[in-house]
């Protein structure tokens, strides 16, 4: 079952990001093709309007940084303490670790750098 929820999730974002996609290269192709025609006007009194289309632009950037971050996996990972380990510490003032002794396995053709 998390599976399908997890999946139908990935889908929502990638259409949501593929929508996102469409609509950048349709506001760009409207700034080039005003551009391309202002160019090309002959008149003396030429203008270009593209208010519209660097707002669009702006909210895009503003929000691919804002969904961007609100589509990262939250973790949490509450681990259960181990109480006779504090307990122990708070009871004893001084406090041994105890290692076990290196593992060493002589390997066969192989010569040590180091002499013991």
Do not use: C, H
């Not at 259409?15 to 006007?41: C, M, P, S, W």
């Not at 003396?44 to 996996?73: H, N």
């Not at 510490?89 to 290196?102: A, L, R, V, W, Y």
């Amino acid at each position: 079952m998390f599976a399908i929820e997890f999946m139908t999730g990935a889908v929502i974002f990638a259409l949501i990001n593929l929508a996102i996609f469409v609509i950048t290269l349709y506001t760009f192709f409207r700034i080039g093709r005003k551009l391309v025609d202002y160019v090309n006007d002959e008149s003396e009194d030429k203008t270009v309007t593209i208010k519209k289309e660097l707002f669009v632009l702006g909210v895009i950037v503003l929000g691919a940084i804002f969904f961007g971050s609100l589509s990262q996996p939250k973790v949490a990972i509450d681990l259960p303490l181990n109480r006779d380990l504090i307990e122990y510490q708070e009871n004893k003032e001084e406090i041994i670790i105890k290692t076990p002794e290196p593992r060493t396995k002589v390997l066969e053709g192989f010569t040590p750098l180091k002499k013991d």
